[in-house]
């Protein structure tokens, strides 16, 4: 299978594209609008694709290494009530039955780590081929399944949202004998040759079926930013891109909810292929765009200014019909040391301020702010941009059709 990275679209490099004349300017796309107050340059944006390729090997080499079975720790000398000890007493985390992995090391690695490591041993356990799916695929693919973006507020809920890691998802042909197994959950559906690829040694669902089982069984934001991730990969080259790659892509996830309808999660298949847009640059911004389509507002991506300092900035979202911009801000961009690129939380915090005021300035347009504790629900969003005097007409936006406005009344 090709992995699909930064600028990787499969048609060669940006200048390729430029040359060849397929990639269009951000601004123009199959919907006729354009995401972010680019606080990290593309080429920035380039780094973090390269970085999270890095993380997700190292991630992958860290739970081969440290995924063991009894065996194994029968064999380092470790009695069975050596081994339960462990697991009462903290030191050792068991995945399932009979795979454990250090607690030290579970508990400082991030979910989608976690679940690589679920992942590792359910493939050893496995008496036969295994075919991992949804989230497991997911995690494979290095879709934002688990977004620490959408797990702002720390909770009750993210603490079961986070056991969950442990449990993978498989997919197995409708008539095979289902297993009652709590570490695994084994969905029976049909899969033909193209919708199983090969990702660094494991058997996954491929890249579009991925997303259509995640549109159908995770909550809609999720599957939106999964679908955005992916189709940004597929399509965008730096500031540009493939328009005809995007519609092809359209067409080919449409089809697939065509020949599921009437089913559950048909139309949630539908209006992912629809609402996916490949110039949103994080699954914050996937969200946000969300809760501005469920609101009612217009929104365009991408729009390009220049700022009173006579630099070129680019607004996450220019609310095109009440002169504002908006911006979106995760605790993470001001906490994570990587994201802040040597500054410190001080300096990127003024930084954005700075920006803001060099846009406000030369286009005499208010900016508003929000962080991804508002966009947990679209009424929560909705209260939040009318406190900050932001008009909302609090009915969806038919921007595309009927029948996704209606499905999106219906999110919470």
């Given at each position: 299978m090709q992995e699909v990275y930064g600028c990787q679209t499969g048609r060669g490099s940006h200048t390729d594209a430029r040359a060849q004349g397929e990639y269009a300017e951000l601004s123009t796309d199959p919907h006729g609008g354009s995401s972010s107050l680019a606080d990290i340059g593309e080429a920035r944006r380039m780094d973090l694709d390269q970085k999270r390729r890095v993380d997700f090997d190292e991630s992958l080499a860290r739970a081969r290494q440290s995924v063991v079975s009894t065996r194994d720790l029968h064999r380092d000398g470790m009695t069975g009530r050596g081994i339960a000890a462990a697991v009462r007493s903290g030191s050792l985390t068991r995945l399932r039955t009979g795979w454990f992995v250090p607690a030290s090391g579970w508990e400082a690695v991030k979910p989608d780590?976690?679940?690589?490591?679920?992942?590792?041993?359910?493939q050893r356990v496995a008496p036969s081929r295994i075919v991992f799916s949804?989230?497991?695929a997911a995690t494979l693919h290095q879709l934002p399944v688990w977004?620490?973006?959408?797990?702002?507020?720390?909770?009750?809920e993210d603490e079961r949202w986070l056991s969950e890691t442990r449990v993978v998802h498989t997919t197995m042909a409708s008539g095979a004998r289902r297993v009652p197994e709590p570490s695994r959950v084994r969905h029976r559906e049909s899969l033909s040759a193209d919708d199983i690829v090969r990702v660094d040694g494991f058997e996954c669902t491929s890249l579009e079926r991925t997303l259509f089982?995640?549109?159908?069984?995770?909550?809609?934001?999720?599957?939106?930013?999964?679908?955005?991730?992916?189709?940004?990969?597929?399509?965008?080259?730096?500031?540009?891109?493939?328009r005809e790659r995007w519609t092809a892509w359209r067409e080919r996830i449409l089809g697939r909810a065509r020949a599921y309808a009437g089913r559950p999660g048909a139309r949630a298949v539908r209006a992912f292929a629809?609402?996916?847009?490949p110039r949103v640059d994080s699954p914050l911004e996937s969200v946000s765009r969300l809760r501005f389509l469920q609101a009612g507002i217009e929104v365009e991506l991408q729009h390009e200014v220049i700022g009173a300092d006579g630099?070129?900035?680019y607004l996450d979202f220019w609310l095109k019909h009440q002169n504002l911009f908006g911006e979106c801000d995760g605790r993470f961009k001001y906490s994570d040391v990587e994201l802040r690129h040597g500054?410190?939380?001080?300096?990127?915090?003024?930084?954005?301020?700075?920006?803001?005021?060099?846009?406000?300035?030369a286009i005499m347009m208010r900016g508003v702010r929000w962080a991804a504790r508002h966009v947990v629900t679209g009424a929560r969003f909705a209260a939040h941009l009318r406190s900050l005097g932001v008009e909302v007409p609090g009915r969806a936006s038919h921007a595309f059709g009927a029948d996704v406005a209606s499905f999106l009344d219906m999110l919470p």
């Open positions: 780590a976690r679940h690589l490591a679920a992942v590792v041993a359910a949804h989230r497991s977004s620490r973006w959408l797990a702002d507020e720390p909770g009750s089982d995640i549109a159908r069984s995770e909550p809609f934001p999720i599957a939106l930013a999964c679908a955005d991730e992916a189709l940004r990969r597929e399509v965008r080259c730096g500031r540009l891109v493939d629809l609402l996916a847009d630099r070129r900035y500054r410190s939380a001080g300096d990127v915090f003024f930084a954005e301020k700075l920006r803001q005021d060099a846009v406000s300035g």
